[in-house]
């Protein structure tokens, strides 16, 4: 659905600045990250979708890029596994027919409220459809990519304003009302810059001081946050400050990340198939 670009002044890939960078990363700083990581921002947790859209909003502008048509799909895959990693949802077994993880379908596990609107919503429609549907179908079904107007129902509304209402509520945007010539338009400006500052850290330190060359020794939430922001193309917007040697290094890394073979990863032990699931669909798409 999207590529991983780099700028146009910034050609070569940097192999040189990668090695630099290898040998001074310490191992010691994964372990000590993740106990920072881990204690940080223990007073805002966001969801998958709140981080994404977070990490697309232009800071004082507070509205995504008009030309970015990858993030409402992007939203909708973060739904799933967000589902998935709550315990909600989960991939049919595997059977001899049905190996693949584009082919298998999505059952519920519990229907037991999360607190979240819009995911209790599709985790409503995920539990009332028969037969039941396929990551791909879901996603396409939840944006409203569907020719069958039987299926319009299950499409997601209004998710951007929705997901940028809950930021606001938890003191990370504002809302304003903007005049654009022929219509006005409601933006949610960043106010919390910290939070978002901290959230960028920490990915740009997943492929940098903390990479671990091994998405299954990953944290899961970056992992998936990782292929959101690739699949929702915003993934640009988290490494555009780093310096043009660590540019390089950043996108290389995160570019080999999610061109791994996702029916691979997703039989390793202790994967999250759900990740590995939506990236495989938004590849196909």
């Given at each position: 659905m999207t590529t991983l670009t780099h700028r146009n002044r910034r050609t070569e890939v940097g192999k040189n600045s990668e090695k630099k960078l290898e040998?001074?990363?310490?191992?010691?700083q994964e372990k000590n990250a993740d106990l920072a990581d881990s204690g940080a921002s223990k007073d805002i947790r966001l969801t998958l979708m709140e981080e994404v859209l977070l990490l697309g909003l232009k800071d004082k502008e507070g509205y995504t890029s008009f030309w970015n048509d990858c993030i409402s799909s992007g939203l909708r895959g973060g739904i799933l596994i967000e589902l998935a990693m709550r315990g909600r949802i989960c991939l049919e077994p595997p059977t001899m027919r049905k190996k693949r993880l584009l082919d298998r379908k999505?059952?519920?596990k519990t229907d037991s409220p999360t607190g979240d609107i819009l995911l209790d919503e599709t985790l409503r429609?995920?539990?009332?459809?028969?037969?039941?549907?396929?990551?791909?179908?879901?996603?396409e079904l939840l944006t409203g990519e569907t020719w069958?107007?039987?299926?319009?129902?299950?499409?997601l509304r209004n998710v951007r304003e929705r997901i940028a209402k809950n930021l606001v509520e938890k003191g990370i945007l504002t809302t304003e009302k903007q005049n654009f010539l022929l219509f006005d338009m409601t933006t949610h400006p960043v106010t919390n810059t910290t939070e978002k500052q901290r959230?960028?850290?920490?990915?740009?330190?997943?492929?940098?001081?903390?990479w671990?060359?091994?998405p299954q020794r990953m944290d899961k939430r970056t992992l998936a946050l990782l292929v959101l922001a690739h699949s929702s193309d915003v993934l640009e917007n988290v490494f555009s400050s780093l310096t043009d040697d660590k540019y390089d290094v950043a996108m290389n890394r995160a570019k080999d990340l999610v061109e791994l073979d996702p029916e691979v990863e997703g039989t390793k032990h202790s994967a999250t198939e759900m990740i590995w699931a939506v990236l495989a669909?938004?590849?196909?798409?």
């Open positions: 040998n001074e990363e310490d191992t010691d999505v059952l519920v429609h995920i539990k009332a459809t028969e037969p039941n549907e396929t990551v791909q179908t879901w996603i069958n107007p039987f299926k319009l129902q299950y499409q959230l960028v850290k920490k990915l740009q330190d997943s492929v940098l001081e903390r671990v060359n091994d669909a938004f590849n196909k798409s």
